[in-house]
Nanobody, 120 residues
Framework: QAQLVESGGGLVQPGGSLRLSCAASGSIFSVNAMAWYRQAPGQERELVATITGSGSATYAESVKGRFAISRDNAKNTIYLQMNSLNPEDTAVYYC??????????????WGQGTLVTVSS
């Protein structure tokens, strides 16, 4: 019964910024590692950033220095701060999370996706 709810997408001009949010809710025990993926028009889905339960982050080469992933464990939420956006960042962004449902069961959940469009 767990679910991920994404928000923050929209239209932004080149050079602008957006902040995406992804909150896990439902009958969950805890949320472990989480990640952001994106899929541009006509392209395959790619990994953008990951963050472990302890806060260790990794980034795709294309977004290093521009994007920052963070988490609020009390809210079971992660964020993606996106700065210096360019048209190549246009994509549907998806949140993924390893959710612990009970003491022994953990499963991967995906959000519905939120569209980010960078255009003047």
């Amino acid at each position: 019964q767990a679910q991920l709810v994404e928000s923050g997408g929209g239209l932004v001009q080149p050079g602008g910024s957006l902040r995406l949010s992804c909150a896990a809710s439902g009958s969950i025990f805890s949320v472990n590692a989480m990640a952001w993926y994106r899929q541009a028009p006509g392209q395959e889905r790619e990994l953008v950033a990951t963050i472990t339960g302890s806060g260790s982050a990794t980034y795709a080469e294309s977004v290093k220095g521009r994007f920052a992933i963070s988490r609020d464990n009390a809210k079971n939420t992660i964020y993606l701060q996106m700065n210096s956006l360019n048209p190549e960042d246009t994509a549907v962004y998806y949140c993924a999370a390893d959710v612990r449902l009970n003491i022994i069961l953990t499963r991967r959940f995906w959000g519905q996706g939120t569209l980010v469009t960078v255009s003047s």
